[in-house]
Each structure stands twice: as C-alpha cells, then as structure tokens.
C-alpha cells in the first residue's frame, strides 16, 4: 500500500446517474466484437475484470492522465479517467472503433476524444505532453520514494529540486525515518516483486505467526489474491480467534523478525479500532486496524526460482516491501475485502453500497442505513449477498 499517499488521499466523487445495470458480461462472446444485447455496469463491482486487458494502449493513456489531475489535486478528471479505464480494463475485446464503445458507461467527452486520436495515430499527445512535462517528470520520480507523497514532492519542486542528487545534497531537507529507509532501498523497492517472492515471504510470514499463535490466520491480500504476476509490496492479513489477542500479534512478528535479522524497515500503527464507533459515516482513506508497514531482507536461497533482481546482481537478497493488517476475527471478511482490492472496485463497492443499497461499507463493517443496524458477515460472500450482488472472485476484481 502506498502509504505517503494516504496523508491527503482523495475522497470518492459522487455518482451521477443512479442507474444499475446488470452483469451480463459472462454472456459475451468470447474475443469479438460487442453484440446489442450487451450491457455494462457502471459499477466495477458488477463487472468481472481479471489480469487480462486487451485494452491496454487506452487504460495507460487515461492512467497518465488520471495521475495528472491526481499530483494537481484535480479530483473529478482524475477518477473519471479511472473509471474510464476500469470500464475497458473490464472488456473481453478491444476496442477499434469509437462506435463500439457507444454503450459503455464512464467514457466522457474528454475521454472519448483521447480514444480517438488514440485510434486515429496510435499515440495521444496530450499524454505525450504530460509525460514529458518537466513538472510532472519530477513529481513522479520524487513520489516513487516509499515515504514520499505528492505534498512533498511539489515542495521539492517548487524549491527547484529535480533530482535525488539534488534532494540528498539540500542540507535544509529533513528526511524523516521512512523516506531515508525509501532512499537507502530505493533500487530494490522500486523493483517489482514477483509472485515466487511473494510466496517465499508468506512462508516467513507463517511461520512467524504460528510460532505466535497455533490457530493464527494469515491470509495473503492485494494484488497477488488477485492473481497478479507482479506487485510494488506484499499484503497480509493476520488475525487470531481469541479476541483482543490480535492486537498483540504484529508486534510479535516484528520481534521475531528482528531477531531473525531480517526487519530492515518497520512503521507500527497500533488499533484505533472501537467497535462501538461504528458505523463511520465520513469516508476515511485508512482503515483503524493494527498494521505495519515493513522492508524486509528477502534471500535468494527462500525463493523458488531466484530472486527478481537486476542481472549482475550478486547481493543473494533484496529488500521488498511488506504490509500486515491484523484485524479482530469478526471483522475480518471485511478487511479481506478491503484489502484485497483493486482500488478502483473497492471504490465502487463502497459506492453501489451507498447509492443503490443505502448501506456503508468499510473495511470494518457494513452497515444498513435503512435498518440502522451493522451486518454481521464471515466471508467475503456474506458481504456479496447483503449488497444484493453476485460474488466476484479475487482474480476477477482487477478493475
Ligand atoms: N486499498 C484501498 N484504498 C486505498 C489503498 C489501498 O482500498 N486507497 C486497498 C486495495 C488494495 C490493498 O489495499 C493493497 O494496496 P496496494 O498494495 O497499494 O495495492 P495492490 O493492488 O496490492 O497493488 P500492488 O500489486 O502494486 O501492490
Ligand atoms: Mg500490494
């Protein structure tokens, strides 16, 4: 998880047409053109949306241009932009012509236009433009340092900054403890983690906890749940049945990591978590669970396959990033939920809860604005089947 954004993440637009639609798409033919018949959900929770994209060119365009708006602090373009593309990413066909996408949802004037000159030259140069922009250049190089966010970023901008060099020569700029250990790994954790990685860590994670707790869970989340190749981080959940012992559990791990001398970075947020606050009616961009957001030594030697790292890289380890999430046993098919993404479809869960059920989800409750009462959920599916919505399996929610 990206957790220098989160200081001044961004709320969720509000919807404008309240319109649902059914999921029909399992009904498509396979690799063709859409025939009438075919509609698509606005909502990404009602399409199927797996690792697959077949409209590619289109969903990094907008990606540049939602990533503009977003270092601009622009909200609206930004997250119809991410629509937009979560609508294609959705598609088993790809576009080829503007007419084909005349039933699609999410796909604005400004977003059809790209599409155009996209389909007309194969490039966008409005896209061109941005990514050659010094500014944004910058911010992105400056915000791809773990601890480093946008607010950070333009101010070194703005102070003329344009390279790490130029940042780690200005004796006015403070690192704090995250961006120095975002610098001192910088190599290895801008490196995409592979999913041979990810299982080697999960072992260290499990055996960490079990060694803990017997009956510890430990589920993996995030892009690799939903059957991603490749990752910026490895997410876990950790839980126990005994309540309130969850909230000793990551603090545990992160001594026996210790010991095993393989913690190389660790940021501990203890619970905030009150169950009789509930149900949160402000959208909050993190949940209240205890978590910790860690770098840990990964060797060769625990990876089946070897490590993902440069050629000529004779270190036999890297550093990768990982989060662990440990909420209480009765809120964990929520925080599965939540944890396990996209972005994007957990984006218009929370939005098809609000605007056609009248219900608030969250990555600790869901709750009946209409009953007023919370719902009691132990998996996924019970959280599916309160919403009124077809279960989407993990690797169909890469919206
Ligand atoms: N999440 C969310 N809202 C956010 C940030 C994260 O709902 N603002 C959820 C969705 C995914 C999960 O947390 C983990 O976050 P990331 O690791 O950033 O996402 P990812 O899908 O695992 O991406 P990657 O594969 O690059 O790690
Ligand atoms: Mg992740």
């Known amino acids: 998880l990206d957790i220098s954004w989160f200081t001044d993440s961004m709320r969720e637009g509000r919807p404008v047409a309240v319109e649902t639609k059914h999921l029909i798409q399992d009904t498509l033919p396979e690799a063709s053109t859409p025939t009438a018949v075919v509609s698509v959900s606005q909502y990404a929770c009602q399409r199927r949306t797996t690792t697959e994209n077949n409209n590619k060119t289109f969903t990094d365009a907008f990606e540049v241009l939602a990533e503009r708006y977003e270092l601009n602090e622009i909200e609206g373009p930004c997250l119809a932009f991410r629509r937009a593309a979560s609508v294609l990413k959705s598609l088993p066909w790809a576009v080829r012509s503007l007419g084909a996408t005349q039933d699609l949802p999410c796909l604005g004037e400004h977003t059809k236009s790209v599409m155009e000159e996209i389909l007309q030259n194969g490039r966008s140069f409005e896209v061109e433009r941005i ?139 203890a619970s905030t978590f009150d169950m009789s606050k509930l149900p949160c009616h402000r959208f909050e961009a993190m949940d209240h669970f205890a978590k910790c957001f860690l770098i840990l030594r990964l060797e060769g030697s625990q990876v089946e396959g070897g490590l993902h790292i440069a050629e000529g890289d004779s270190r036999g380890w890297r550093a990768v990033r990982v989060d662990l999430v440990a909420p209480p046993m009765d809120r964990y098919a929520f925080a599965l939920l939540g944890w396990t993404g996209s972005r994007q479809f957990e984006r218009d869960l929370r939005r098809y809860a609000r605007m056609e059920r009248q219900m608030l989800l969250d990555n600790h409750a869901l709750y009946d604005k209409t009953k007023k009462e919370l719902l009691a959920a132990t998996t996924e599916k019970d959280i599916f089947a309160h919403l009124g919505l077809e279960y989407i399996e993990p690797w169909q929610r890469n919206a």
Do not use: C
């Open 131 to 269: 990514l050659s922009d010094e500014r944004f250049q910058t911010l992105k190089l400056f915000t791809s340092v773990f601890g480093v966010g946008p607010k950070t970023a333009d101010k070194w901008y703005r102070r003329g900054l344009r390279s790490f060099n130029d940042v780690l020569a200005d004796s006015s700029i403070q690192l704090n403890r995250m961006q120095q250990s975002g610098f001192l790994h910088y190599e290895d954790i801008s490196r995409a983690v592979s999913k041979a990685e990810a299982r080697a860590l999960r072992n260290i994670i499990d055996k960490a906890v079990h060694a803990i707790t017997p009956d510890a869970v430990l589920a993996l989340t995030g892009g690799f749940r939903r059957g991603k190749e490749f990752g910026h981080d490895v997410d876990f959940i950790v839980t126990t049945p005994e309540p309130g012992e969850e909230e000793t559990l990551i603090p545990k791990v992160i001594n026996r990591l210790t010991k095993q001398g393989i913690l190389l970075y660790t940021e501990y947020q």
